[in-house]
């Protein structure tokens, strides 16, 4: 079946560090979603993406659908304490109506 | 203000003891959808809805029942409930109908002993 492959699995970084992740499937899709999961909490959405080679930032946030349609990263600049959680990328194919997820990946930082 | 709750937020029950966990969203959200979660295996669909009196089974339905008589509500059911149904549920909604975009609830953990 479909798989997105999500890498890191963790990372545990300094305050201030860039951190990219990315996810990549062997499938093609027309969505891609990254969403944030702080401890003891539900993950909300960071960034929709909806258009391949599209880039969109929030904050220090910036996410790209891949121009292959078969993958997205997401980086962070600037990284603070507030950002510890876990990453998910999720995505969907056409008229799909089932989310596709990744494992996530787990972010640490360092004050 | 928007928002997904769900209830109870912590559950500890017996093998067999049926048990409901409810989901209500205030958005007017169409789409609607439970998920668990497990320690290295992400977020799993169990069932969703598309709509009232419309559900569909996810990646993993066994042992779950859900129905959608109203819109804004979306209740989950464990009517045998077993240990390997210890886990972190959260509900979800979307006003896509392609459930994209989702907005979670805060979780409910659960444990069957």
């Known amino acids: 079946g479909q798989q997105l492959n999500q890498s890191p699995q963790s990372m545990f970084i300094q305050e201030g560090e860039d951190v990219s992740m990315n996810c990549t499937s062997s499938?093609?899709?027309?969505?891609w979603l990254w969403y944030k999961q702080d401890p003891g909490e539900g993950p909300v959405l960071l960034i929709a993406?909806?258009?391949a080679g599209e880039l969109t930032s929030n904050g220090r946030l910036t996410a790209q659908f891949g121009i292959t349609r078969k993958d997205s990263f997401l980086n962070i600049s600037a990284s603070i304490p507030s950002d510890v959680g876990i990453y998910f990328c999720?995505?969907?194919?056409?008229?799909?109506?089932?989310?596709?997820w990744g494992l996530g990946t787990s972010l640490a930082v360092n004050p | 203000e928007a928002q997904v709750t769900q209830n109870p937020r912590y559950l500890i029950t017996v093998t067999g003891k049926k048990l409901t966990v409810t989901c209500s969203q205030n958005?007017?959200?169409?789409?609607m959808s439970w998920y668990r979660q497990d320690p290295g295996l992400g977020l799993r669909q169990i069932y969703y809805?598309?709509?009232?009196?419309?559900?569909d089974k996810g990646d993993v339905p066994e042992g779950y029942k859900v129905s959608r008589k109203e819109k804004r509500n979306f209740p989950l059911i464990l009517e045998s409930p077993s240990p390997n149904q210890t886990s972190l549920y959260f509900c979800?909604?979307?006003?896509?109908?392609?459930?994209?975009?989702?907005?979670f609830g805060p979780g409910t953990r659960l444990t069957v002993t």
């Open positions: 993406l909806y258009k």
């Open positions: 809805s598309m709509n009232v009196e419309v559900t």
């Open positions: 979800a909604s979307s006003d896509s109908n392609s459930g994209a975009e989702q907005y």
């Open positions: 958005m007017n959200h169409e789409y």
């Open positions: 999720s995505s969907r194919t056409g008229n799909n109506r089932k989310l596709i």
């Open positions: 499938s093609i899709f027309n969505t």
